[in-house]
């Protein structure tokens, strides 16, 4: 991408409060039903996994973390790791692990 | 930011002991420095998380020994500490969100919401201990 500095870290800001507000609605989600449907049968809890709206909204839900994860990450190495040598290994790393964790949700939820 | 210049060794008084002991953070900066450890934290389970979903799906005998994890002493703190993590990150960020609005910015609200995300987080990391302990 050609964007310059501001408009990457204006990106970002947008990025990470667009995914907080796609990962509250999610949770919100998720604790009513904590609330109501705990402690949950293995039967339920397969079913509830087994529909087509589930599976894309836990999707979305599992992009928008990994996204908003990652510039999390990015923002707290810019702050306290100041060598981009050992910056760049460690966001690397972190990357790495958020792509895993999306790669095992796809997995999880349509195999 | 460029790489520090040290034409002089300047002095730090940044030790670990230091933070932790000496300086004295404002209630508002507690909140924001357990935002990015919860932050960091959470980032760090994620992936075991997606695993631990993956086998209680799996098969009866997955779901029955997930929920054995999860109800082993150890696996009912861990929960603890993730469940406190992510109410925190999400409270201690929706007052970041209220402050991009420019809401709550002057000094005694900066306070006020603080003690409010602090006290809420544990409040309600207090009830789902008591409700796994039962």
């Known amino acids: 991408m050609n964007a310059d500095a501001s408009e990457r870290a204006l990106m970002h800001w947008v990025i990470q409060r667009a995914t907080a507000a796609i990962i509250a609605m999610y949770t919100v989600f998720a604790a009513g039903m904590a609330v109501v449907a705990t402690p949950i049968a293995y039967e339920s809890w397969t079913a509830l996994f087994s529909t087509a709206t589930m599976k894309a909204a836990t999707a979305i839900f599992a992009l928008a973390l990994a996204a908003h994860a990652a510039i999390g990450f990015h923002d707290v190495l810019r702050d306290y790791v100041h060598r981009p040598s050992a910056r760049r290994v460690l966001l690397g790393a972190a990357y790495l692990l958020l792509a895993a964790f999306v790669v095992q949700m796809f997995t999880t939820l349509w195999s | ?134």
């Open chain 2, 1 to 134: 930011m460029a790489e520090a210049q040290h034409s002089r060794a300047r002095p730090k008084y940044l030790s670990a002991a230091a933070i932790l002991f000496e300086i004295r953070l404002p209630l508002p900066g507690w909140v924001s420095i357990l935002h990015r450890v919860s932050g960091l934290l959470l980032t760090g389970v994620c992936l075991w998380l997606a695993l631990l979903l993956d086998r209680s799906l799996s098969s009866k005998h997955g779901f029955d020994a997930v929920a054995a994890t999860l109800s082993s002493v150890p696996g009912r703190l861990a929960l603890l500490i993730v469940f406190w993590a992510f109410i925190h990150h999400f409270l201690a960020g929706m007052r970041f969100l209220a402050l991009d609005l420019g809401k709550g910015v002057d000094l005694r609200h900066a306070r006020s919401s603080s003690a409010m995300v602090l006290a809420l987080g544990l409040f309600c990391t207090a009830v789902i201990g008591w409700r796994l302990s039962v």
